[in-house]
């Protein structure tokens, strides 16, 4: 797979601007639980996934994390970039969720190509657009979904991503995609148990009926 095929706008730029992000261009392997980005100081570059999976997050004072979105095969991360968006402060942490494989164009690089060319800035204007419609959307979540279906909407999400019902995640790594204590995800785990939706271990959740959990989603949505 080669970087070219998989930059959306490569065959928009000039030769002499193809030749700068090759000079520059690198390919990264992280391993899981790598971070690659911390805070609005941090400046890493663009990333553009190969294969594997990051998690965009934030920090609240308390330690608390909550999920911003996931970024998958051929997504762009482009607030690791942050510094080359002047009027974005955001910070955001970057976390490699599965062994990764990347390509990093440096912000320097970037940010000079995004300068020079305007589909390149139109580009990266829509993948900012982009990820700030899903940090809206989450924030709809939070406000006025219920927890128990969006705790339910994440554990049929990750049955999906994994591709198994027997999901290994503990209460406090749901906690953390969600912005819930770890305390409240575990009462809703057992009420989800007591109704035979879920089946509980140490660090294993299984679903077990995946419609009872659809039905909460949609529950929700009616309301």
């Not at 060319?117 to 979904?145: C, D, G, H, Y």
Request: with cysteine; net charge negative; charged share 25%.
């Amino acid at each position: 797979m080669d970087f070219e095929n998989c930059f959306p706008v490569w065959k928009k730029l000039t030769d002499a601007q193809k030749k700068r992000i090759k000079d520059n261009l690198y390919q990264r392997h992280v391993a899981k639980g790598t971070i690659l980005h911390h805070g609005s100081m941090d400046c890493t570059g663009l990333l553009l996934i190969q294969k594997g999976l990051l998690r965009a997050y934030i920090l609240s004072d308390q330690g608390r994390e909550i999920t911003l979105y996931r970024l998958f095969d051929l997504d762009l991360c482009l607030l690791s970039a942050s510094c080359i968006i002047r009027s974005i402060q955001f910070d955001i942490i970057v976390e490699a969720q599965k062994d990764t494989d990347l390509w990093i164009i440096p912000s320097e690089a970037y940010q000079e190509i995004m300068a020079q060319s305007a589909p390149v800035a139109n580009f990266t204007n829509e993948v900012i657009a982009a990820r700030f419609s899903e940090v809206m959307w989450l924030m709809e979540q939070i406000l006025w979904k219920s927890f128990d279906s969006r705790l339910a909407q994440f554990l049929l999400e990750e049955s999906s991503l994994e591709e198994t019902d027997t999901l290994k995640l503990t209460h406090e790594a749901i906690g953390n995609h969600l912005g819930n204590p770890r305390e409240v995800v575990t009462r809703m785990l057992r009420y989800f148990q007591n109704e035979n939706m879920v089946r509980l271990s140490r660090g294993i959740v299984e679903i077990t009926d995946k419609e009872k959990l659809l039905s909460l989603i949609h529950a929700a949505e009616r309301r």
